[in-house]
């Protein structure tokens, strides 16, 4: 087990403490370990660090370890965990907010993830909604798999849960605004 000398690292790091809360504007320290999050947590399976560890390396200042975590990118926001919490930390919004600082520092445990993210945000933007088989393929190519899942395509295009083509929503001047101002307050999308 590692030893972490934690008066040296919570003072080197609590500028990235006070940005977090500024940032998510949430208070990390109000989180007093009770373990709920984790408890409720449908992801909890497949994270590196469960919700709670992440709560417990953030209030230590051990950001540099809470961004490098599988679990901020891993998480699907179903807001679970904030849900749970005693002491209405909302834990979601704290995951969220260190997923966009990690990719800021250029910090990007889970590609994959990453990439999606990205290529659905386009998606929405350019027409409003979703383009799910545009997502798909785009997914697949830009992701090295241009062949995954490539046999439920055709049964999906069939049974009309997948459009051949997109569908944009009738005015998409109200979304293209959104993103502009996420752009305009430093935003990347």
Not at 163 to 188: C, M, Q, T, W
Request: some cysteine.
């Amino acid at each position: 087990m590692e030893t972490v000398e934690l008066t040296s690292a919570l003072a080197g790091s609590q500028q990235s403490l006070a940005e977090l809360n500024q940032e998510s504007g949430v208070r990390a320290s109000k989180c007093y370990q009770c373990g709920k999050c984790t408890a409720g947590c449908p992801v909890a399976f497949a994270m590196d660090k469960t919700p709670r560890e992440i709560m417990r390396l953030v209030q230590l200042g051990l950001m540099d370890e809470a961004l490098q975590s599988h679990t901020i990118w891993l998480c699907a926001g179903c807001v679970t965990c904030s849900t749970r919490c005693p002491r209405e930390v909302d834990i979601a919004r704290v995951m969220e907010t260190l997923r966009i600082m990690a990719r800021r520092k250029g910090i990007v445990a889970e590609k994959k993830i990453d990439l999606f993210h990205s290529i659905f945000l386009k998606s929405v933007e350019r027409f409003g909604r979703v383009y799910e088989l545009g997502l798909v393929l785009q997914n697949n190519l830009q992701g090295l798999q241009p062949f995954k899942d490539v046999d439920l395509g055709p049964a999906m295009l069939l049974k009309g849960k997948i459009a051949l083509l997109p569908h944009s929503i009738k005015d998409n001047g109200e979304v293209k605004k959104i993103f502009a101002n996420v752009r305009k307050r430093g935003g990347k999308v």
